[in-house]
């Protein structure tokens, strides 16, 4: 089968990574910026959008009372009126949100179209303080067949955890989604930032597209790594937003808000062909991984 004969899948793919600003405990603002963005990316002929980590609340909570505030379900009216303004396209949408699980709260992400959420998964890697709002999920993350290829979802941390993208290849991803909050720490000059450097590492440890979606700004006090970037199957950086500079960004400012558009080929990530003998998912020893490695 070549590749223009996969049925229902286009061979270039236009994605766009939206490195927004929320407010903290905003829903009104932060739904109407979410929205702004995918009209922008969509007048760009996007196909793809993903957009950061809980956009629809902001990240610093000061207790469990405001990021209940924000807390929405999967079928509040934002995701309706997202699905409408997809109405027409098969563009996707794929963003965090502040999930109402009920008793608990979820870190989540909603893979969204034109026919409505596709998929809710709900991160199982909880960073830091995340630990006192939200409960950990407990399935593991979504592939999601698309008009665009097969999009895998994972958030921020669960990244540094070699298990999920290589959980999401073996699935058949094409390319995972990742929307992110990166908290900004230092790194040598010259130097990529080490979430950034991880990524491509994945990207090219499973052969496949990988997408994240930063920050921008500060949030009470907190800066942003502003790390969007779309990252090739060979680990190489497409396209990718510009570091922060020296000058201080105040809370919800929109001056550092910045988008990446790239077109890609998500399809090529089927093919793991290293080299004429080898493959990289084929290549794997399965057959030892399970055994305990001898401690000598």
């Given amino acids: 089968m070549t590749l223009s004969s996969l049925p229902g899948t286009r061979q270039v793919t236009r994605v766009v990574g ?14 109407r910026l979410i929205g702004d963005a995918v009209r922008r990316a969509l007048s760009d002929r ?17 207790d469990a009372g405001e990021a209940r505030r924000t807390a929405i379900r999967a079928d509040d009216p934002f995701f309706a009126g997202l699905r409408d303004l997809l ?23 909603a893979v969204v179209d034109a026919s409505g959420v596709r998929a809710v998964y709900r991160k199982t890697h909880l960073w830091d ?9 407990d399935r593991m993350a979504p592939v999601v067949t698309t008009a ?20 999401l290849a073996v699935a058949g991803a094409d390319l995972i989604a990742v929307p992110t909050n990166w908290p900004l720490e230092s790194h040598p000059a010259g130097e990529r930032p080490a979430e950034i450097i991880q990524a491509q590492a994945a990207a090219r440890a499973n052969g496949l597209h990988i997408v994240c979606a930063d920050r921008a700004g500060t949030e ?29 960004v105040q809370d919800g400012a929109s ?12 399809h090529l990530s089927r093919d793991k062909t290293l080299s004429p003998h080898n493959d990289l998912l084929a290549d794997r020893r399965t057959d030892l991984y399970a055994q305990e490695s001898p401690l000598l």
């Fill in 18 to 31: 939206e490195q927004l600003a929320p407010r903290i405990g905003d829903l009104k603002h932060n739904t």
């Fill in 255 to 266: 001056s550092a808000e910045q988008r990446i558009v790239a077109d890609i080929f998500p």
């Fill in 220 to 248: 009470r006090g907190q800066r942003w790594t502003e790390g969007t970037a779309i990252i090739n199957q060979y680990g190489w950086i497409t396209a990718a937003t510009a570091a922060p500079d020296a000058a201080d």
């Fill in 148 to 167: 665009h290829g097969r999009v895998g979802v994972l958030i921020c941390y669960d990244l540094e955890f070699p298990e999920m993208p290589r959980r």
């Fill in 129 to 137: 303080r995340e630990t006192l709002f939200f409960a950990p999920g």
């Fill in 87 to 109: 109405a027409g396209t098969d563009a996707v949408v794929v963003l965090g949100f502040c999930e109402d699980g009920g008793q608990v709260l979820y870190n989540s992400a």
């Fill in 46 to 62: 996007a196909d793809l959008v993903v957009l950061p980590e809980l956009a629809t609340s902001g990240y610093v909570f000061a």
